[in-house]
């Protein structure tokens, strides 16, 4: 059995690990998906979870659960938004410089991976948010929004922007351009945790590999534990 702990950003990636990765990835995997504590209140006994507001908290957490569960079998991974990172990330004034969106996520993984240091830990940052994986087939947000279908159908358009190539994971992270916004410039009440997730299920772990290469890069990691498992 391999234990994967994901350390998810948000309600929204948590719930898309839950729903859909845990069972796309099948039994040999016992998924536990957990949110970023960000901050915590002795005095009233509570604890703040979701969002990456600051790195050091971020690693913080990171290495907590690292040292919470030992052994060959338990693995660690991140589903965070490369949009939007904190300043204080690794190397972040740095790598920010560097153009091509692959390279610049590999090298910020990278920085997050040595920042950690620890070999079980495999960190996956999405290009360039959640919302890359809706555009895959955006369409499919007519089920959530049945009386917007014509707004909608403008979506289908942005994969044919110049600059895109029909990567959903070009869509870059500007204010007025990144994913998100581009979906709320049409649906003003869209709700990420509940619709987004819905429609990413309906469109499916295949066809979103087959058009994001970072993802596919990413489950393709976590599919090759299965083999060390079976050496051990």
């Known amino acids: 059995m391999i234990y994967l702990h994901v350390i998810a950003e948000g ?18 995997y016992c998924v536990d998906t957990s949110l ?7 005095s009233r006994g509570r604890r703040y979870k979701g969002g990456l507001g600051n790195y050091q908290k971020v690693k913080k957490d990171i290495v907590r659960r690292l040292k919470q569960h030992h052994g060959a079998g338990h693995c660690f991974t991140t589903m965070f938004d490369l949009y939007a990172l904190p300043m204080d990330f690794p190397g972040f004034s740095e790598l920010q410089m560097i153009i091509d969106s692959y390279q610049r996520v590999k090298q910020f ?4 991976a ?8 495999i960190p996956y940052i999405q290009l360039h948010e959640f919302e890359a994986m809706i555009f895959v087939e955006p369409g499919q947000l007519v089920f959530e929004y049945p009386d ?13 922007e ?5 990567n959903p994971e070009l869509i870059d992270e500007g204010e007025e351009t990144a994913p998100s916004k581009r ?5 003003a009440d869209y709700n990420k945790p509940i619709a987004g997730v819905n429609t990413v299920e ?7 590999r087959s058009k994001c290469p970072h993802f596919d890069e990413w489950l393709k990691k976590l599919e090759q534990l299965k083999p060390n498992l079976h050496q051990q």
């Open 11 to 28: 309600q929204t990636e948590k719930r898309f690990v839950d729903h859909l990765l845990a069972p796309y990835l099948g039994y040999d």
């Open 36 to 42: 970023v504590m960000t901050s915590k209140d002795l």
């Open 109 to 112: 993984e990278n920085a997050l």
């Open 114 to 121: 040595d920042d950690v240091g620890d070999n079980r830990f």
């Open 148 to 160: 917007m279908e014509s707004k909608i159908e403008k979506l289908n358009r942005v994969l044919d």
């Open 162 to 166: 110049k600059n895109i190539k029909n």
């Open 183 to 187: 979906i709320l410039k049409i649906i």
């Open 202 to 208: 309906r469109i499916g772990i295949n066809a979103i």
